[in-house]
């Protein structure tokens, strides 16, 4: 276990629902990070929180609407998608700042859009 | 665009032997460099690190290698075991913030 855990392991969902995707990490860290896994794809970075706040957004379309109420936590909130988007969704953690760039993952999300 | 890259898609070796695993960078910026391991079903794992003030670094069974004159990163794994079967992804910081950037990843194998 790293200390990052993400609900729910698996989901599917049709292109007009809404649904978000939880993280939390217990390592008292400062920064979190929201990334994409596709196939034969590096990961793609979305987005980045340090101290709660957004500093970081990758060129990510509004239909992904990241919320971040403490350094604990991290959601990613989903609407209206489409079937491009069915990836495996990771959620990181991290000290923060120069001290230390290792980031600690959770287990991830597999989105499946329909 | 992409600045890490893996040489290499998939590597296959038997057990016992030593496998090499490597990666070019093409920022000369960058100063600190990560491998993480990635077995089916869970999250990338961290293995080793090193910063760019090093040449080699060691750790249980691995050791990483950076040639900063020609941008390539190295993970030796020695003794490859059938659980270290996993994608391995090389990854650097450039910018001094908290950001990675990750390479596509490399598929190691290691048969019985």
């Known amino acids: 276990e790293t200390g990052v855990t993400q609900t729910p392991r698996h989901l599917v969902m049709g292109m007009t629902n809404k649904k978000s995707l939880k993280c939390e990490q217990h390592l008292g860290h400062n920064a979190m990070y929201w990334y994409k896994q596709s196939a034969k794809k590096p990961l793609e970075l979305m987005f980045v929180?340090?101290?709660?706040?957004?500093?970081e957004n990758n060129s990510v379309p509004s239909r992904f609407s990241p919320e971040c109420p403490n350094s604990s936590h991290l959601f990613l909130h989903l609407h209206t998608l489409q079937p491009e988007d069915s990836a495996l969704y990771l959620c990181?953690?991290?000290?923060?700042?120069?001290?230390?760039?290792?980031?600690?993952f959770g287990p991830g999300t597999r989105l499946t859009v329909t | 665009g992409e600045s890490v890259g893996l040489h290499l898609p998939t590597l296959s070796v038997q057990e016992g032997d030593n496998s090499i695993i490597n990666c070019a960078y093409s920022?000369?910026?960058?100063?600190?460099f990560i491998w993480y391991k990635q077995e089916s079903g869970k999250g990338p794992q961290f293995i080793i690190d090193i910063r760019s003030n090093m040449d080699k670094r060691q750790g249980q069974r691995v050791t990483v290698l950076l040639n900063k004159t020609v941008k390539h990163l190295s993970l030796q794994i020695a003794a490859t075991q059938p659980g270290d079967s996993a994608v391995y992804f090389c990854a650097e910081n450039n910018d001094g913030s908290e950001k990675l950037v990750f390479g596509k990843g490399m598929k190691l194998t290691v048969n019985p």
């Open positions: 929180y340090n101290f709660k706040e957004q500093t």
């Open positions: 920022n000369s910026a960058s100063d600190y």
């Open positions: 990181a953690s991290s000290l923060g700042g120069a001290a230390s760039y290792e980031q600690y």
